[in-house]
């Protein structure tokens, strides 16, 4: 009779097979899967290391771990990703919240702010966040993708701020009124030719429209660059997430534009992730 699993043995064994299929970091990644099938804080998991594992648990967690090894992000599995000190639904729909966009929100908290755009929101995960961080605050949420927003419109529901966040459907700027104080966005930028060479986890499971615009990966900067100051208040200011590499060349667009105090910023791992930028009297019609 074969003795009854516990957790910590059932986690190794998967700690082995995700490591064996080439998964980047597998023991934070079963950790996690385990303390969703166990119902519990993945911080509580060593506390539970030596309880027998019930079968439904176990059948559970191997489900999970199957579909890691077939590369589908755990933010997917899970349904869940943690942002900014709060938990954002998460689906095949949406990209995967990441550290590195929380440089954006650092820098939109930097300054004043009382109406605010998020275009391509995603999850929602920054306008949902800058409204929790600033309770006096509205906004609005811009994606062409209508599951996207279904997404958002969920987190803004459970994150409490679902009567200050207005979500429609638009390309960019194509539904915008203003004026705004506040233009944030994440917008797809990984250029047409590098879209091979991403990590299976990205590239086969999140949305390739939220991934690459196509082309040299510039396109959507050079419509916010050309266009979005006319949304903004006369002190606005527009906050924008970018790619390895791409930081001279996106403030050469907004330079180019005739914005003012255009900045590039890193992010937690000293990479330039964020160009900032705000309204100038040379833009205003």
Not at 46 to 65: G, K, M, N
Not at 180 to 195: G, T
Request: net charge negative; hydrophobic share 45%; aromatic share 6%.
């Amino acid at each position: 009779m074969s003795t009854p699993a516990t957790v910590q043995s059932a986690l190794m064994a998967a700690i082995v097979r995700l490591r064996e299929a080439g998964i980047v970091e597998p023991a934070p990644d079963a950790r996690r899967l385990m303390a969703h099938a166990l119902g519990i804080a993945a911080s509580r998991l060593t506390l539970h290391s030596h309880d027998t594992i019930s079968a439904q648990a176990a059948a559970t967690f191997e489900a999970y771990v199957d579909a890691r090894l077939g590369h589908q992000p755990v933010a997917q599995i899970i349904g869940r990703r943690a942002f900014y000190g709060r938990e954002f639904i998460v689906t095949k729909d949406v990209l995967d919240p990441r550290p590195d966009t929380e440089t954006l929100i650092e820098r939109a908290l930097s300054a004043p702010y009382s109406k605010v755009l998020d275009l391509g929101t995603g999850s929602g995960c920054i306008l949902v966040t800058l409204l929790a961080e600033n309770p006096a605050a509205t906004g609005e949420g811009a994606d062409l993708s209508a599951a996207a927003l279904a997404v958002a419109e969920q987190n803004a529901i459970a994150c409490g701020v679902a009567d200050r966040a207005a979500f429609y459907r638009s390309d960019w700027l194509g539904g915008a009124s203003g004026p705004y104080d506040l233009i944030v966005s994440n917008p797809p930028y990984i250029a047409e030719d590098e879209m091979a060479g991403l990590a299976r986890d990205v590239r086969e499971w999140e949305p390739h429209m939220a991934l690459t615009p196509g082309a040299d990966g510039l396109k959507v900067y050079r419509v916010l660059a050309a266009d979005a100051a006319q949304f903004l208040t006369a002190d606005g200011q527009i906050i924008v997430e970018i790619g390895a590499g791409q930081g001279p060349d996106v403030v050469a667009l907004f330079e180019q534009a005739l914005w003012a105090n255009v900045g590039l910023f890193k992010d937690i791992n000293g990479k330039d992730r964020v160009v900032c930028a705000r309204k100038s009297p040379a833009q205003v019609i």
